[in-house]
């Protein structure tokens, strides 16, 4: 376990202050192993945040998907909609047009995860229907309105959290969808004027860190073996990778 803390000085010097000290939990992708690794060293106690990203590339998406739905039962867990898991829905909804780009950016190893075998790789749109359709069936009801509901966003005094990115230039309630899920060119570029702190995944980076009012923690999971979490307290985060 790597312990990382570092003190938020920085050009945007605004201090970070939540309302409550919470736990967010970087992109898991289909890593079981290291998700209940990083939950067993989390503080108890502390409301949990997920970015969002718990499918595709890993091979436990499944498992993870489960777990995590188990865990946002609770009134400590939130979580949040990555864009993987927008992307496994919009193959749900169209699979003949959205299926193809899915199976690329992961969903092979997600449907190989409930036990889902592909024939081809390059089904045709009948294959992907069905493909859906089994996947439907192996989610549950249960499962499958729950991601629907998950929200894009949450916020703790001048904290943030969102999976991808915010437009700096426009409140966070103001976001549009696909900034949240998928990024903004100014994300990171430029500051925000109205002091608020955003943490997101989706963006790998080799070390997390917090400046600048920027909080990144997706360390790439799947690719890395190193999942991240952000312990963010009144004036200071703190890391724990796995």
Not at 35 to 50: M, Y
Not at 93 to 116: H, K, M, N, V, Y
Not at 190 to 200: E, M, T, Y
Request: charged share 20%; aromatic share 6%; net charge negative.
């Amino acid at each position: 376990m790597q312990i990382l803390s570092r003190l938020l000085r920085a050009s945007f010097d605004t201090p970070i202050s939540p309302d409550q000290p919470f736990v967010a939990i970087g992109d898991v992708h289909g890593r079981m192993d290291l998700l209940t690794r990083l939950l067993d060293d989390c503080p108890a106690g502390f409301r949990r945040i997920f970015v969002g990203d718990y499918v595709d590339r890993g091979p436990q998406s499944a498992e993870v998907l489960h777990l995590v739905h188990h865990l946002a039962a609770t009134e400590d867990t939130v979580c949040l909609l990555g864009n993987h898991e927008r992307m496994l829905l919009d193959f749900l909804d169209a699979p003949e047009r959205c299926g193809s780009r899915w199976l690329t950016f992961g969903g092979l190893q997600t449907l190989e995860s409930f036990g889902i075998a592909v024939s081809r790789p390059k089904p045709d749109k009948h294959e992907l229907i069905a493909l859906a359709q089994t996947l439907k069936d192996a989610l549950s009801p249960t499962v499958l309105a729950w991601l629907r509901a998950c929200p894009l966003s949450w916020q703790s005094g001048n904290v943030a959290v969102v999976h991808a990115a915010a437009d700096p230039r426009a409140p966070i309630a103001h976001q549009v969808a696909d900034t949240l899920l998928w990024g903004h060119a100014d994300f990171r570029r430029k500051h925000r004027s109205d002091g608020v702190w955003v943490l997101h995944g989706h963006t790998i980076v080799d070390v997390a860190k917090a400046r600048n009012g920027v909080v990144s923690i997706d360390t790439g999971a799947y690719a890395t073996n190193r999942l991240t979490a952000a312990i963010v307290t009144r004036g200071d985060v703190e890391f724990l990778t796995t």
